[in-house]
């Protein structure tokens, strides 16, 4: 555009530039989650996988989950993370994550106060392995596509779905507060039923 809009000069007539056409989200079906779910030989990890596939969390804010960040009694989780990029607002998990839950605890250690106590790089590698033993590939951010997806399916509006997902401003949320309170949330995430296993 420079060389022609500007310099009125037709040197760039000679390149091609490749056009790119949309690529469809790749957002694995829930019999698929489920086989990668018994696929899985660790409650940690099977844990991990249902708080990701029914908050919608990105794996960096999973992974530094505290046990301050969540409200066991109203499945609730408000991650304590400061980003220039990346807003966080609160989310919920189902169920049957809790369930899990309850079941890992046992496991955990009492000096860590991490929820999942491991990194990001565990996890990866993890999903990488049930993925190649399963022949179903998924990772935390496809579980974070399908949260969304669901969410949709199951008649959720998009603006709340952004909200559990973090992507809403924090300027709308100071606006409209009322309309995304934590109350406000919660009862639209219940209302919905979403479920991973069943």
């Given amino acids: 555009m420079f060389f022609r809009d500007f310099l009125d000069r037709d040197v760039m007539e000679s390149f091609e530039v490749p056009s790119r056409s949309a690529?469809?989200?790749e957002v694995p079906s829930k019999e698929d989650l489920q086989t990668f779910y018994e696929g899985m030989d660790y409650q940690k990890y099977k844990v991990i996988f249902l708080f990701a596939a029914s908050s919608g969390l990105r794996s960096s804010e999973l992974v530094e989950l505290t046990m301050d960040d969540i409200d066991e009694e109203r499945r609730m989780i408000v991650p304590d993370k400061s980003s220039e990029t990346k807003q966080t607002w609160v989310s919920f998990y189902n169920e049957e994550a809790a369930e899990a839950f309850e079941e890992f605890r046992s496991e955990r250690d009492s000096d860590d106060d991490r929820v999942f106590q491991t990194t990001k790089q565990p996890v990866n590698r993890k999903f990488?392995?049930?993925?190649?033993?399963?022949?179903?590939?998924?990772?935390?951010?496809m579980l974070r596509r399908w949260f969304a997806s669901e969410m949709s399916r199951l008649g959720v509006d998009g603006e709340?779905?952004?909200?559990?997902?973090?992507?809403?401003?924090t300027s709308v949320l100071e606006k409209h507060y009322l309309d995304y309170s934590p109350e406000r949330l919660k009862e639209i995430y219940d209302d919905a039923g979403l479920t991973v296993l069943e």
């Fill in 23 to 25: 690529k469809p989200t």
């Fill in 128 to 141: 990488r392995q049930v993925s190649e033993e399963t022949g179903v590939k998924v990772t935390v951010q």
């Fill in 160 to 169: 709340y779905i952004d909200a559990f997902c973090g992507r809403t401003p």
